[in-house]
């Protein structure tokens, strides 16, 4: 994409994008719409399986009041913009990954869920999370020793840094052991390292794809100690339940514990997003946190009750995962 209008920034369905004039700019009775100029397969997948599209028949949108940065990396489409009412809003390749105003709600579940379920995490590692949303609230366990974080996209950390700096604050930190590189072959070369593993992964859509695999959770596992836990980004109930069966259904092959935990994130397509969370000892119960927050950590969203009450699900998601 080489525009951006202002008026209203427009998160489409990378299917539905695929059907719209192959890049062209979308102008409706508000104002015109940015589109990427790729086209390629867009559906979501697995293992090789097409799951669906990604939010397929609806779009989400945020009015503009300023483009503060847009650049192409060597992996994808980068923007910054200023919302009028969600702050500053972090998109790759037209899709937005992050907003000032509720960011936290995502990051704060994501990384506590396991590293409270953890009674000790001494050394964690984050697979993406460029952002470095997850790193600073890995960061405010004091049992922490070292934090290995593993991003492809060196741009999306400078963009961070500079657009970002609620989220990016422990980018500077001591604890931190930064790579610039693929996740996936990070993991191949690294066994039995670490506590708590999260992934902060965007949709299974293209190079995103080797992350919801089954050959990825099991380098997790490896990587993993014995009684080790990660922490996936796992996709909304609403939109893609059979992905997440396919998620979970693989995992219990590999994991003697799986689980699935969902919150509200507002502005993510169905306003909820959900959590894979296994762990490497049938003996923890990752539903029920081992520690609790002390009085110098601070949160917004998270808290024990809201741990617990993550993994009550609705009975048709119940239904589907068992």
């Given at each position: ?36 100029e790729?086209s ?25 009041k ?10 994808q489409?980068?923007l ?7 702050g500053?809003?972090?998109v ?6 992050a ?18 379920a ?18 600073r609230?890995?960061?405010k ?5 070292k934090?290995t ?9 400078d963009?961070?840094?500079?657009f970002?700096?609620g ?10 052991d ?6 996936f ?17 965007s949709?299974p859509v ?5 992350l ?10 490896d ?33 003697p514990?799986?689980d699935y935990a969902?919150s ?11 959590y ?8 923890r ?22 741990h617990?009450?993550?993994?009550i ?10």
């Amino acid at each position: 994409m080489d525009k951006l209008h202002k008026g209203w920034f427009t998160e489409f369905s990378p299917d539905d994008l695929e059907k719209l004039n192959g890049g062209e700019l979308f102008f409706s009775s508000l104002d015109p719409f940015l589109l990427p100029e790729e086209s390629s397969t867009k559906l979501l997948k697995s293992d090789g399986q097409e799951m669906g599209g990604a939010w397929p028949g609806q779009a989400f949108s945020l009015q503009v009041k300023k483009v503060l940065f847009h650049e192409k990396s060597k992996f994808q489409d980068v923007l910054v913009f200023e919302s009028t009412t969600y702050g500053n809003v972090l998109v790759l390749d037209g899709i937005i990954q992050a907003t000032e105003r509720d960011e936290f709600s995502y990051q704060e579940m994501l990384a506590h869920l396991p590293m409270f379920a953890h009674p000790d995490p001494k050394r964690v590692l984050i697979i993406g999370g460029g952002d470095g949303g997850i790193l600073r609230e890995v960061l405010k366990h004091e049992t922490v020793e070292k934090v290995t974080m593993c991003e492809i996209d060196e741009m999306v950390i400078d963009v961070a840094k500079k657009f970002l700096p609620g989220m990016s604050s422990g980018f500077s930190h001591p604890k931190l052991d930064l790579f610039c590189g693929d996740g996936f072959e990070f993991l191949k070369n690294h066994k039995d390292e670490f506590d708590v593993i999260i992934t902060d992964s965007s949709d299974p859509v293209g190079p995103a794809e080797s992350l919801f695999g089954q050959s990825y959770y099991e380098l997790l596992r490896d990587a993993l100690k014995e009684d080790g836990i990660l922490s996936s980004q796992g996709e909304s109930v609403w939109l893609h339940l059979p992905l997440i069966a396919h998620l979970v259904a693989f995992n219990r092959k590999i994991f003697p514990r799986v689980d699935y935990a969902q919150s509200i994130v507002s502005t993510y397509p169905s306003g909820s997003m959900g959590y894979l969370i296994c762990a490497k000892s049938a003996n923890r119960d990752v539903t029920q946190p081992a520690r609790h927050p002390t009085d110098t950590q601070t949160f917004r969203f998270y808290n024990s009750e809201v741990h617990k009450a993550a993994f009550i699900l609705p009975q048709f998601v119940k239904n589907a995962l068992n």
